[in-house]
């Protein structure tokens, strides 16, 4: 299985694009399962890509039985309204943040809390270990089912077109945008921005328009996303990690005999770790590239963020909200938060 290359991922959009608008719109013959697949992230990020790879390998291993479209770009809706899709069962499968899945899944939050993970090895151990199965226990208590593995979105990065964000006092007035997810908006807000939520599929133009001074996600989206193209700064901030639960509406899933379920869930677990990887080898190239884009970049000192959050109350509050099994949860994989 090749690694997405930096490369192809910042030059391959108009391909990748392309393909799945074609794969989405060309009707296909209808199989004994025709399920949807959408998802907010623009067509050549890594998980669109495996995403696409695994809906031909579950399509030939089923022998047609099977098939899969993938819906990328928000081309569906926002993802509160995909998010309400996929429970009534509109979409068979969303690929989903967890910050923005604790619109329902309260708990879902926790993976998202500010400076949680230190590093990747903790990240894995938490979502791949007790944290993960605490999760997708209370997301199975809604009407969706988180396939096993969760997918890589990466360490959350700061970018601006007004002032680089080098302390928490660059904060202050700052309006950044933020997703419709509860513990992005207590921490920001808590950090003393300006705080406006508004849906992926908007952050484009409200970045171009200069509703919202900034933003803040992972570079792999900053780069498929093209944020570079109207931001000026990036502060590496690594303020939380974020990662997408891959969801199945539960009637759409359970239609499935046991054996294509298997099928299905092999290829998409097997994807999430294919794309984990290749997040993993971009992490490692993106700042260059996005820096010849004209991004320029800045290496903040987050003690003084930290430590912000803290004296705003940010972990008492959440540790209150998300109880003390979720707590146990993270704190087993993480040692000590707060
Ligand atoms: O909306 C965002 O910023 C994104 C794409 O990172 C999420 O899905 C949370």
């Known amino acids: ?83 309400s899709q996929v429970r009534t069962g509109a979409i068979d499968f969303l690929s989903l943040s967890g910050l923005i899945l604790a619109t329902l899944v309260p708990s879902a939050s926790i993976t998202g809390l500010g400076f949680a993970f230190p590093n990747y090895e903790a990240v894995w151990r938490a979502m791949d270990g007790s944290l993960g199965t605490y999760v997708r226990e209370q997301i199975a208590k809604t009407n969706l089912v988180a396939m096993d593995k969760i997918w890589d979105s990466g360490f959350r990065q700061i970018t601006s077109s007004t002032r680089p964000i080098q302390a928490p006092a660059d904060l202050k007035g700052f309006k950044i945008r933020i997703g419709p997810a509860p513990v992005f908006i207590s921490m920001f807000k808590g950090l003393g921005a300006g705080v406006t939520p508004i849906n992926f599929d908007q952050l484009y133009t409200a970045l171009q328009t200069k ?32 990662g997408f639960w891959l969801l199945a509406n539960k009637s759409a899933w359970e239609k499935l005999p046991a054996p294509l379920r298997d099928i299905v ?5 097997a994807a999430a770790l294919a794309e984990r990887a290749d997040l993993a080898v971009l992490n490692g190239n ?53």
């Open 1 to 83: 299985m090749t690694s997405i290359s930096r490369r192809n991922l910042l030059v391959a959009s108009g391909a990748a694009a392309a393909s799945l608008v074609l794969g989405s719109r060309v009707a296909a013959a209808p199989s004994e399962y025709s399920y949807k697949f959408a998802n907010n992230l623009p067509a050549a990020h890594p998980m669109n890509v495996r995403a696409t790879e695994a809906a031909a390998k579950i399509k030939a291993e089923t022998g047609g039985r099977v098939t899969l479209q993938i819906f990328p770009n928000g081309q569906l809706g926002s993802d509160t309204d995909m998010l």
């Open 211 to 242: 509703i919202v001074d900034g933003q803040e996600n992972p570079l792999s989206i900053i780069a498929t996303a093209k944020f570079y193209e109207i931001q000026k700064f990036c502060s590496m901030t690594n303020h939380a990690w974020d």
């Open 265 to 269: 869930a092999k290829h998409i677990n």
């Open 286 to 338: 993106l700042r260059t590239e996005l820096s010849g884009k004209g991004l320029k970049f800045y290496e903040p000192n987050v003690q003084p963020f930290r430590d912000a959050l803290r004296e705003a109350g940010f972990y008492g509050y959440w540790r209150k909200s998300l109880g003390e099994e979720a707590w146990a949860a993270l704190e087993k994989s993480i040692g000590k938060l707060g």
